[in-house]
């Protein structure tokens, strides 16, 4: 990795902390130039402005946290396994660098209230379309039951979302086995 790479990577890290810790409009780009140990023109080189800086850590982490899923969904084995591989991966981002989830929250939350828009559609469609063709092939593939794959999808993606939401919020902590029990909750249900 090349020195301008390596800023870069500084940017995108220090910045997603202060937004994620502050906001996008209590964060100035002073602040988080400091926090890199950079000038602002450096800042403004690498992203051209605040906005600009803000679109790509949410570009930036969306892609990345989309490639992650798509790896666990995408790979060769059963449709099960894949599932709890998906919400583990889920999960494991979050415990790997908790303030990337927090930022994206409040980047979504914010958008329009003083923060660039946030194609909050692209992240959640590419999720669902995951979602969806990993049902659709476990139903012809017969490792589950026929059923509608748009609401099994979202059932899915609504549980993971709500549990990373609640530990955001200060709900309880995620642990080695909330990822099997969100999935047994959705697969079971709670009936005895």
Excluded at 118 to 143: M, P, S, T, Y
């Amino acid at each position: 990795m090349g020195e301008q790479d390596e800023v870069r990577g500084r940017i995108i890290r220090e910045a997603t902390r202060l937004f994620a810790e502050r906001g996008y409009a209590a964060t100035s780009v002073r602040e988080i130039a400091e926090a890199v140990g950079v000038t602002k023109p450096t800042l403004y080189y690498h992203f051209g402005s605040k906005d600009g800086l803000f679109t790509a850590l949410v570009s930036h982490h969306l892609s990345c946290w989309l490639e992650v899923i798509a790896a666990s969904l995408q790979a060769p084995g059963p449709v099960i396994d894949r599932m709890r591989a998906y919400v583990r991966a889920c999960f494991q981002l979050h415990l790997d660098d908790p303030m990337v989830l927090r930022f994206l929250h409040q980047a979504m939350q914010q958008a329009g209230q003083g923060a660039p828009l946030v194609d909050a559609k692209r992240f959640h469609e590419g999720e669902v379309v995951l979602l969806i063709h990993l049902l659709q092939e476990g139903i012809a593939r017969g490792e589950v039951r026929p059923h509608d794959p748009v609401a099994g999808a979202l059932m899915l993606l609504g549980g993971v979302r709500i549990r990373l939401g609640a530990t955001l919020h200060g709900g309880p902590p995620l642990t080695a086995d909330t990822a099997d029990q969100v999935l047994d909750l959705l697969l079971h249900g709670v009936a005895p």
